[in-house]
């Protein structure tokens, strides 16, 4: 995963104080996150933030997402070859919590997917128990730049000296403000992954019908249906400006591969939320790419609080 660098009309600073892994203070709460949370490399670095991978099975081969070539993935989703998804091996939280502890972590906050879609947060928590150093193991309830937004908060919390429980309350505060909007072209890959929820009830409409999701108690939930792919992006749009209204925000719009179409989203939401703060373009997480669709658009809106 990389940011996106925008066109001028449209660019802005993500995280406008910037800062290297190098001069961060001396950090006693290591933040973890799992890679469902789609935040940049560089920010990821930048923030000292460890990222635990989602493995995916595709082609009859097991491995973390970051180790398959994401176009190859994206190719085989559009050609309707099977690609799952599976939590993260223990092990792998367990080293990461680990590495934290060797670089003088005093305690660990682990945000994570929200447990209805994935069993990334009990692998954490089963991996926590075997660490000599407390380990909160969070069940965000969210995916995607909802968790990534709130991993961020913490780890600024973090580097600022502030203690578990203020580190907890910054991811707490984020990703409960936080909204997944989520444009599909079918509802088809949510149904392979059973990953579906409440939008079930969606099933079985016109293919001219595009549905707009949510999350919502932790799982996948209906929006609004609407007519054609243009009005229901359109729609998606005006779903985030209100969300948005008068507060200070940040938004990140994710997809599996940017296009011209993400960047006219980004140019829209910029032109028309008074507030904002920062936004990006995040490429999203092969590991939801493989459940909501590779035609998938997603816009994140988090206040800044």
């Not at 990334?120 to 965000?140: F, G, K, L």
């Not at 444009?183 to 079930?200: C, H, K, M, P, W």
């Amino acid at each position: 995963m990389r940011f996106i660098p925008l066109p001028p009309k449209v660019a802005t600073h993500c995280f406008k104080r910037v800062v290297t892994r190098d001069n961060l203070p001396g950090v006693p709460v290591a933040v973890i996150t799992d890679s469902t949370a789609c935040i940049p490399e560089q920010l990821a670095a930048q923030w000292g933030i460890s990222v635990v991978q989602v493995q995916i099975v595709a082609d009859g081969r097991v491995d973390d997402e970051n180790r398959f070539d994401r176009a190859d993935l994206i190719e085989m989703l559009r050609a309707g070859h099977p690609v799952s998804t599976r939590p993260p091996d223990p092990g792998a939280f367990f080293w990461t919590y680990q590495d934290a502890v060797s670089a003088g972590a005093a305690a660990i906050v682990s945000l994570h997917i929200s447990g209805r879609m994935s069993q990334t947060v009990a692998a954490a928590r089963e991996a926590a128990q075997q660490v000599r150093v407390p380990v909160y193991v969070i069940d965000s309830g969210t995916t995607s730049m909802s968790l990534g937004f709130s991993a961020l908060s913490a780890a600024r919390a973090a580097a600022a000296g502030g203690s578990p429980q203020r580190v907890i309350e910054a991811a707490d505060r984020r990703y409960r403000g936080a909204s997944e909007l989520l444009y599909v072209d079918t509802l088809e890959y949510l149904r392979r992954g059973g990953r579906i929820g409440a939008a079930s009830a969606m099933l079985g409409t016109a293919l001219s019908i595009k549905p707009l999701l949510t999350v919502r108690e932790g799982q996948v939930a209906p929006l609004a249906r609407v007519a054609g792919g243009k009005r229901a992006l359109s729609k998606l749009t005006d779903l985030a400006v209100r969300r948005a209204g008068n507060a200070g925000v940040d938004i990140a719009v994710a997809c599996a591969t940017p296009t011209d179409r993400e960047l006219s989203v980004v140019g829209q939401l910029r032109n028309s939320i008074p507030n904002l703060n920062d936004i990006v373009v995040v490429r999203a997480s092969t590991v939801i790419a493989a459940h909501v669709g590779p035609g998938a658009l997603g816009i994140t809106v988090a206040p800044t609080l």
